[in-house]
């Protein structure tokens, strides 16, 4: 029998409640938390053994969607279960990992899987929060040493400067904020943290933090209770076992120390005996500082068999020894000090054939980023369990193994190319022109060329680069910087600006803040400690701000503002405004008539529900052949107006006249001249053209054109007797053939 325990709470207006004992007992642990109607499910299991030879804690974090949470069923002809991760549920299982990986021991090396799955979505609450608080429980109650719990907030803020909490994603679609921040941890320390952002001054957004985290109390409070009613007691791993107990006699212990030791002895000599400024420099040193070691352990009687233990942590040696560095004499391993940025390069237009090209470099960091402008109908399709719709500016990062100086098989965009891409996505989102001001597709794909430090943030420079370089009217520039820290246990801490590779190590942090010179745009921080301090977050924010304002500047100087004009290999797109009433004239049964026109003129045609027809090509010529088309199709005639038309048809009562592509109107035989004719085939042929006024548009829409009154009258002219009842007429009823209507609308009355 189930033995299900159920506990909730008010928050944020509405109902959250965990439940305990329903689902996966299988599991180290699971739970799910129900907030509004979605409903997240988590799962945690630790293998049993210990996974030999692996220097890194084998953590896994896996976000599931389930198209059936959101009553959807997947819109591919031919494949209707889920397959590979979408982008946005890879981005919440980023947002949960970064999250709770800081409260594990490094040294643990049992494999360890979260699995945070949907099982009901509501669309208004977000899932990635929901299931980042599920993981949180499961974890806390689990017999897995971890050492949270922490809770998370969504946070929001209206028009009038108050802070939402929670805020839903339909307030979001509707303008109703100007922020979107998550903030995990607790109130005293901050753990993850992720926003968008229209321009939020920069301490707004340190505020919005603090308040975010002071509102998750109520649901750490009651997770605490959660585990201590039900929690299993934490199992001690071994490495962490050891050590409490003293253990140093074993062969690993004695190599480590001896290496930990020998490094932090010839510090001076070979970390900081000169600058290191290139990767390629500090790779050099670690190679030297390992091959030095081995033949210290060597010469000290351990066996080569088993130097593996020290040499494998060397660069947590060095990395320990440049945060000490730091911490004592502000010294860096490059040189520069505290809030100096690396040495910066820029250029635009690197490639012939590209609507816009833009590279940035800052030290060995490298990133080219290049704009592709499309129709409108190029957008991307969204078809995911919380995402419907189109997305029309798109952005996409690629790194391949020689961006690192390594061989390595390609394999493709993985979760932290797409995470990276997501974020310089963001950080521009809020600068771009509105649809109907620039109606293009938009896709930013940037090439890192070399990393180290902080590509995402280079693919943000890069991007606003590109963009101004193909004239898409961005309002502002936006750039990018990541804010480091090294810290340690005795409290000491100092903020690094522009961090990079060696820098990144235990009690750090990579903080990534983008914006404009008014204001913040994206955010994504994650740490390597137990949680930030608000007056670390501050000093971050303050140093971060004035190195985006350096960079600006800098980006400047290569291109300051936006181009006029488009490349001209760029497709151009012009925009015909007509009667919503009139789209079925263009589009045709069938879509027999667009697709007349596309494959006469070879143009791309978008048409909105509003009544804009956006016609994209390359090509000039075709794009006004395609233009004055569409404007025949859908023109409304008036009377007055004068055509040159062809006669397409004759009869005893008039001639038919051709006015316009689907338009036709009558001239009845007694408007062709001031002189009496009696058959229209007396003047016309099939296919004459004439020139004709439209004399007036009856109450059932048909035509009436009239040629006489184009000429002059003749001098004394009189008119002619009326015709006699049964002669030529409108009547006989005549349909125009292709339905109602015919081609002009125009229907004979039935007798």
Partial sequence: MLNIKQWSLEWGGRKLTVEVGKFALQADASCTVQY??????????????????????????????????????????????????????????????????????????????????????????????VGLIAASVALSISPIPWSGPIAAARVGRAKDGAYVLNVTDQQMELGESDLDLVVAGTPDKLIMTEAGAREV?????????????????????????????????????????????????????????????????????????????????RKAMVESIKTALKQHLLEKGFAEGDLAVGLNKIKEYVSDEISKRILDKEQRLDGRSLTDIRELQMNIDLLPRVHGSGMFMRGDTQVLSIVTLGAPGDVQTLDGMEEEGTKRYMHHYNDAPFTYGEAQPLRGPGRRAIGHGALAERALEPVLPTEEAFPYAIRVVSEVMGSNGSSSMASTCGSSLSLMAAGVPIKKPVAGIAMGLASDDQGRWKILTDLQDVEDGKGGMDFKITGTADGVTAVQMDTKTGGLSWDIVEQTFLQARAARLAILAHMAKTIAEPRSELSPYAPRIETVQINPEKIGDVIGPGGKTIKKIIEDTGVQIDIEQDGRVLITSVDGAAMEKAKQIIIELTKEIMPGEIYEGKVIRLEDFGAFVQLLPNKDGLVHVSEISWERVNKPSDVFHI?????????????????????????????GYVPPPPRQPGGPSRGGGFRRPGGPGGRGGFQRNRP
């Fill in 687 to 715: 296919g004459d053209v004439v020139q004709v006024k439209v004399k007036e548009i009856d109450q059932l829409g048909r035509v009436n054109l009239t040629i006489k009154e184009l000429k002059p009258k003749p001098e």
């Fill in 36 to 129: 509004g109607d979605t409903v997240m499910m988590a799962t945690v299991v630790k293998s049993s053994g210990i996974r030999e030879g692996i220097d890194y804690f084998p953590l896994l974090v896996d976000f599931e969607e389930k198209l059936y949470a959101a009553g959807k069923i997947k819109g591919s002809r031919f494949i209707k279960r889920e397959g590979r991760p979408s982008d946005d549920s890879i981005l919440s299982g980023r947002l949960i990992d970064r999250a709770i990986r800081p409260l594990f021991d490094e040294r643990v090396r049992n494999d360890i899987q979260v699995i945070v799955t949907a099982l009901s979505v509501d669309g208004e609450n977000d899932s990635a929060l």
């Fill in 201 to 281: 001054p920069d301490t707004v957004m340190v505020e919005a933090m603090r308040w975010g985290s002071e509102q998750v109390r109520p649901v750490l409070d009651l997770i605490f209770a959660i585990q201590k009613e039900i929690g299993s007691a934490k199992e001690m791993p071994p490495a962490v076992a050891d050590d409490q107990r003293g253990v140093e006699d074993s062969a690993e212990e004695h190599i480590r120390r001896a290496a930990k030791a020998f490094v932090t002895d010839n510090a001076d000599r070979m970390i900081f005996d000169s600058p290191k400024v290139s990767r390629a420099e």
